[in-house]
């Protein structure tokens, strides 16, 4: 008689426990370190906020994950700035401007879902441009309201606007260099790490 055959062990179908342990902490990492380089001396408005929403939009798998990373990310650099330097920073915390500073992290956050599964250098481009006039528009909108030079009028705001003119070059350049650096670096630390290959949280 024919030995009946054993049934062979299966392979796994899901991803190991490395990949949904190494996903988020790699993408919270990267997250966590870019904000802090809010730190570091840089030009006026040259800020990886408006990247690392945009990043942690593309790709956290988890919604949820994706806007709380990028919020604790920022308010713990707010912390930090605000610990150093106190002054302004310290007073940012008592206004509106820190409400509409946070959801704009979270409008672009939600703007960066738009991304997911279509990270391309064309597509990240439109979108670090959107996110920058999306934080343009909402940032001097707060600076408008928190600050009593400005007439709080139509023609006050479109003082607070042209005041910021000069400094939306660095906003751009900024989100642009974050964006690089973060999905370009995600995207070769994925070329080499099988773990980071599909999107978890």
Not at 69 to 94: E, R
Not at 116 to 130: E, N, W
Request: aromatic share 14%; net charge positive; with cysteine.
């Amino acid at each position: 008689m024919k030995p009946a055959a054993t049934a062979s062990p299966s392979a796994p179908t899901g991803p190991s426990v490395g990949t949904f342990v190494a996903g988020p902490m790699v993408l919270a990492g990267l997250i966590l370190a870019a904000a802090l380089t809010r730190l570091l001396p840089h030009p006026p408005n040259f800020s990886p906020v408006a990247a690392i929403a945009l990043f942690g939009g593309a790709y956290f798998a988890s919604r949820q994950w994706a806007f709380i990373v990028p919020l604790v990310a920022m308010l713990i650099s707010d912390l930090a700035l605000a610990s150093i330097n106190g002054g302004i920073y310290a007073s940012w915390f008592s206004g509106v401007g820190i409400w509409l500073g946070y959801a704009c992290v979270a409008l672009t956050t939600a703007l960066g879902f738009g991304l997911r599964g279509r990270v391309g250098g064309g597509r990240v481009l439109g979108f670090g441009l959107a996110a920058s006039v999306l934080f343009f528009v909402a940032s001097n909108f707060g600076a408008w309201l928190m600050m009593p030079e400005y007439p709080k009028s139509v023609g006050g705001l479109g003082m607070a606007y042209t005041a910021a003119i000069p400094f939306f070059q660095w906003t751009v350049l900024g989100t642009l260099f974050y964006s690089a650096l973060l999905f370009g670096g995600f995207a070769l630390l994925r070329s080499r790490v099988p773990a980071l290959r599909a999107q978890t949280a």
